[in-house]
């Protein structure tokens, strides 16, 4: 049986620091390499066989995994929060940082992350573009009316972004110079070139055969549209890797950090660690979602009477949550038991 090397990396945008270590922690190599597949290619050719790999979560993690995968005995992915409390020190720099994330690869202590497969990932990037095309179009709006209000221009902002009434506002308004109309025309333009954009971005994930029937399913939820369905499939991912509801929950960022010592107890906040994507677009379903499931509705009178619209918000919120785990695990639709408000089983 052949010994196991092991490789710790710390990558950065232009540079990949490396250390290449025996079983018995004896640096075999360690330097740095470009950051590019030519390289990484001429690199992997010199290591020693078997090798596995281990390398800190970041926005470049994702081609250099995919890159190293096929070639490697395993490629792991750490956490970056929870790696910087095991390997924190006074001294750090690349070198170092390498080295201790393959020590924590070695000894089998490395907190790994949940890492995608590509194709899911590759359509997380579409659905996460299309977020920003719909905060580019909300400002543009915004910017809209702001131009207007600039100028002391009277107008009515529920129908301000509707074609005919923008139209007939920049012809018949007197306060409307040549020079602010041009902006807003500009302002328009491309409020309805981003809208086009995203629509068309969503359709293409609508009808795509890896997410379609999951995302149908997914959409018998009252309350869950093409938007939450596919949010939650995308940045999900693998539905199994949640062993319970309070994990998803937490994942999603739908509750509180606890700090208890001795007999105290205290709730804090809503956890900064979470899948920001997922919490806001399952706060906003929570919010319309009374109004299409009577059980929902009554779980968010049942909360708010305890003095807190935002905590029933929550609450309605977890319970999506909960609805999407037992459509996802079953993959069946979803179906209301008729003696509890649950999912059937």
Known sequence: MQPMYYIGLDVHKRKISYCVKDSSGKIHTEGSIAATRVD??????????????????????????DHLKPHAATVKVAHPLMLRAIAAAKKKNDRIDAGKIC????????????????????????LR?????????????IKTGALLMEAGVSYNKQRLHKAGYFRELLATNPDIDEGLCSLLRLCRETVVRLGKTESALVRSLERDSLLVERVERLMTIPAVGPITALTWAVEVGDVQRFSSIK??????????????????????????????????????????APRYSP?????????????????????????????????????????????????AA
């Open 129 to 141: 573009y299309r977020n920003l095309l719909v905060r580019q179009m909300v400002q543009m709006k």
């Open 40 to 65: 990484l290619d001429h690199w992997m050719k010199k290591l020693p066989q078997p090798w596995s790999a281990a390398m800190e979560a970041t926005m470049f993690t994702g081609w250099i995994y």
């Open 295 to 343: 059980q929902l509705a009554m779980l968010y009178d049942q909360e708010k009477q305890k003095g807190n619209a935002n905590r029933a918000t929550l609450a309605v919120a977890r319970k999506l949550v909960a609805y999407l785990m037992a459509v996802d695990r079953g993959q069946r639709n979803f179906q209301l038991a008729e003696t509890r408000s649950t999912i």
């Open 247 to 288: 994990k998803a929950v937490s994942y999603c960022g739908l509750c509180g950090a606890e700090k208890s010592s001795g007999n105290t107890v205290q709730r804090t906040p809503l956890s900064k660690q979470r899948n920001k994507h997922l919490q806001t677009t399952l706060i906003e379903a929570a919010k319309m």
């Open 103 to 126: 020590d924590c690869l070695r000894c089998d202590f490395l907190p790994e992350s949940y890492m995608a497969s590509t194709a899911i990932r590759e359509r997380r990037r579409t």
